[in-house]
């Protein structure tokens, strides 16, 4: 594993918008975030060696946080950022960083939370090749489900 890595670049969207990815990480954590004038989405993965990493979340903001975004949203109309790629471009943000690791699992949990915010996660895990299996006792509270990647198939 490397000491540190930081890197920034401009991504497309699947209508074609401008947003700058910026992505860091160390020997145990990695972090993707997106920004478009504002912080609108992050991924973020814990590393654990020798050859495991564990996604903890991948999220979208629909408004941005903080209160500037709760002002913003009472002054104009609420952007949507769902249905734009921007959750996969996240995904494959963490698993490029994982194969340049020499990672070989990625693994994580779903939640109950995410089922009701985004009731298509399961199936897009599994069109991102993730395996979707019962969550077990190795989940944190309140899984319902497990994924798991294999990187070196």
């Known amino acids: 594993m490397q000491d540190s890595y930081f890197e920034e670049k401009y991504i497309r969207d699947a209508y074609g918008d401008e947003y700058l990815l910026s992505?860091?990480?160390?020997?145990?954590l990695f972090?993707?975030?997106?920004?478009?004038?504002?912080?609108?989405?992050k991924a973020t993965a814990t590393l654990e060696l020798p050859d495991e990493m564990v996604l903890v979340n991948i999220i979208i903001f629909d408004?941005?946080?903080?209160?500037?975004?709760?002002?913003?949203?009472?002054?104009?109309?609420?952007?949507?950022?769902?249905?734009?790629?921007?959750?996969t471009i996240l995904l494959k943000s963490v698993?490029?960083?994982?194969?340049?690791?020499?990672?070989?699992?990625?693994?994580?949990?779903?939640?109950?939370?995410?089922?009701?915010?985004?009731?298509?996660?399961?199936q897009w895990y599994q069109k991102n090749r993730f395996d979707v299996v019962e969550a077990t006792s190795q989940e944190i509270p309140g899984a319902i489900a497990r994924i798991c990647l294999?990187?070196?198939l």
């Open 150 to 152: 294999d990187l070196d």
């Open 63 to 87: 408004n941005p946080p903080g209160l500037w975004g709760r002002l913003k949203d009472q002054i104009t109309p609420k952007p949507t950022y769902r249905g734009r790629g921007l959750g």
């Open 23 to 28: 992505l860091s990480g160390d020997d145990s």
């Open 31 to 41: 972090s993707a975030k997106l920004y478009q004038r504002n912080w609108i989405g």
């Open 95 to 122: 698993i490029a960083y994982a194969r340049k690791e020499g990672i070989k699992r990625i693994h994580g949990s779903v939640v109950k939370s995410s089922m009701i915010h985004n009731p298509g996660i399961i």
